[in-house]
Nanobody, 126 residues
């Protein structure tokens, strides 16, 4: 059974930084396309960033481009999202997601992800 566990969220002041982690378990390989999404109160879930199974391809939403970096550590089966210059509008629950095909690419589409974590809260105060 595939499990994704996010960590690293918290309360931070505007302009600060956070690094979110997503630890995967339940599969022998870690080379699956992974993504980060977020959902703010009263809003739909939106794409934040994605990385391909091999790590060569990365995608970012315009809202976080230039402020965020997605990376992966295959040995630890962990994907990271480092966010800098945080803004109050970054406040949301952040979800990690995984695609089901080995060596899958990065994707903006939430429907292309088969597994989801429970989320970690990020709150940015002004």
């Amino acid at each position: 059974q595939v499990q994704l566990v996010e960590s690293g969220g918290g309360l931070v002041q505007a302009g600060g930084s956070l690094r979110l982690s997503c630890a995967a378990s339940g599969r022998r390989s870690s080379s699956y396309g992974m993504g980060w999404f977020r959902q703010a109160p009263g809003k739909e879930r939106e794409f934040v960033s994605g990385i391909s199974g091999g790590g060569a391809e990365t995608l970012y939403a315009d809202s976080v481009k230039g402020r965020s970096t997605i990376s992966r550590d295959s040995a630890r089966k962990t994907v990271y999202l480092e966010m800098n210059s945080l803004k109050p509008e970054d406040t949301a629950v952040y979800f990690c997601a995984s695609r089901s095909a080995l060596y899958s690419g990065a994707s903006y589409d939430a429907l292309s992800y088969s597994y989801w974590g429970q989320g970690t809260q990020v709150t940015v105060s002004s």
